[in-house]
Nanobody, 127 residues
Framework: QVHLVESGGGLVQPGGSLRLSCAAS????????TGWFRQAPGKEREGVSC????????YYADSVKGRFTISRDNAKNTVNLRMNSLKREDTAVYYC????????????????????WGQGTQVTISS
């Protein structure tokens, strides 16, 4: 059975950092592109970042470029999202998603074609 489990969320002050982790079970996460998405209250789910199966290609939403870094840890079957210089507008539930292909593709940021999703982890940026 395929499972994705996110962890690492929490409450941090503006300017702080968090590291989210997406752990997979039941399949090899590195065989697929993997994305991070987020959904703030009252807003639609949006793409944050995506990493190809090889790890050689990464993509970021403009709002997080230069602050977030996505990476793979194949030994642990995880994909991580390092988030620095956090802002209040980063507050959201963060989800990881397994794509059905090896590459992220030009529309990776659309939360419509992913194969499976985790349950989400809450990230709150507040002083």
């Amino acid at each position: 059975q395929v499972h994705l489990v996110e962890s690492g969320g929490g409450l941090v002050q503006p300017g702080g950092s968090l590291r989210l982790s997406c752990a997979a079970s039941g399949f090899t996460l590195a065989a697929y592109a993997t994305g991070w998405f987020r959904q703030a209250p009252g807003k639609e789910r949006e793409g944050v970042s995506c990493i190809s199966s090889s790890g050689l290609s990464t993509y970021y939403a403009d709002s997080v470029k230069g602050r977030f870094t996505i990476s793979r840890d194949n030994a642990k079957n995880t994909v991580n999202l390092r988030m620095n210089s956090l802002k209040r507008e980063d507050t959201a539930v963060y989800y990881c998603a397994q794509f059905s292909r090896a590459n992220c593709g030009g529309t990776w940021y659309e939360p419509s074609n992913q194969r499976s999703w985790g349950q989400g982890t809450q990230v709150t940026i507040s002083s």
